[in-house]
């Protein structure tokens, strides 16, 4: 569409009888990318699960003309035999009259580390009891607490807090209907014992030989590292986060950056950010 088109269009949209601009109301998800599962050391110990990504969903007021930027965190690093897994990224979604950032999860531990806080906690080593790290408030849960053993303990989720101790399940997340199709995001990685399963929502699971990453672009944890002969193993990667805006089809000006997955729900266009992106209203 030709310059001078678009902007009547857009015009024609946001302006009233009066000639002032009329803002809408949008809907966000901001998802933070998910802490790294931390370590198994070699005839010690296992990983615990790392922490969901922080979740951040509301309505927002969107004002024509206004460019939105969202900034996707990538997941925090697996760590290696006895360290604490590193925690996500933060996303965030800014422009004039909003300001949003879901704060990354929180690495899994290992052993006598703790694991650490963030968007939801991670999962402290076994051999912790201090208390399970915390989340934030509004956007996550705790991890889960050592109980004296050898076996990490699990991340927390969005939606619930991790085990304790002995290769819990990570913590649940959240369900969101923002697509059209309820899905979970920010769920907790699950800590080393054998195999145990992540929170539901993208947490990876914890296991001696079947550990696996927090899933891409929901903000799980990633499981713990666990083995039981040969070299210590890592804890799996976290997943990196998501941000998703819902507006009104009638308003949407099909100005975006950053490749953006655009699809409709009954009457609301919504622009999935699974990279760091921009969109004007």
């Excluded at 969005?158 to 920010?186: C, F, H, K, M, R």
């Excluded at 949407?252 to 266009?269: E, Q």
């Amino acid at each position: 569409m030709p310059l001078l088109s678009r902007l009547a269009a857009s015009s024609a949209k946001g302006f009233g009888m009066y000639g002032l601009v009329v803002p809408y109301t949008a809907r966000y998800l901001v998802v933070a990318g998910g802490g790294g599962g931390g370590g198994w050391i070699d005839g010690q110990a296992n990983g615990a699960g790392g922490g969901a990504g922080g979740l951040l969903t509301n309505t927002t007021i969107f004002t024509i003309g206004v460019t939105y930027t969202a900034t996707i965190g990538q997941g925090g690093a697996g760590a290696g035999g006895g360290s604490r897994g590193a925690n996500g990224q933060n996303s965030t979604l800014i422009g004039t009259g909003l300001s949003v950032t879901a704060i990354g999860g929180g690495g899994g531990g290992s052993y006598f580390t703790a694991g650490a806080t963030g968007g939801s906690g991670g999962g402290n080593g076994g051999r912790v009891t201090s208390g399970g790290p915390a989340g934030t408030s509004g956007q996550g849960n705790a991890g889960g607490n050592g109980n004296g053993n050898t076996e990490g303990a699990a991340g927390g989720g969005a939606g619930g807090v991790g085990s304790d101790g002995n290769g819990g399940s990570g913590g649940v997340g959240l369900q969101s209907d923002i697509t059209g199709t309820s899905t979970y995001y920010a769920g907790g990685g699950g800590g080393s014992n054998q195999t145990t399963t992540g929170g539901l929502g993208g947490g990876g699971t914890g296991g001696f030989t079947g550990k696996t990453a927090g899933t891409p672009n929901t903000g799980g944890g990633g499981g713990g590292g666990g083995g039981s002969n040969g070299p210590p193993l890592s804890g799996a990667a976290g997943g990196s986060g998501v941000v998703i805006i819902s507006v009104p089809t009638r308003y949407y000006t099909g100005i975006t950056t950053g490749s953006p997955t655009v699809t409709t729900n009954g009457l609301n266009t919504v622009i999935k950010f699974t990279s760091s992106g921009t969109y004007t209203a």
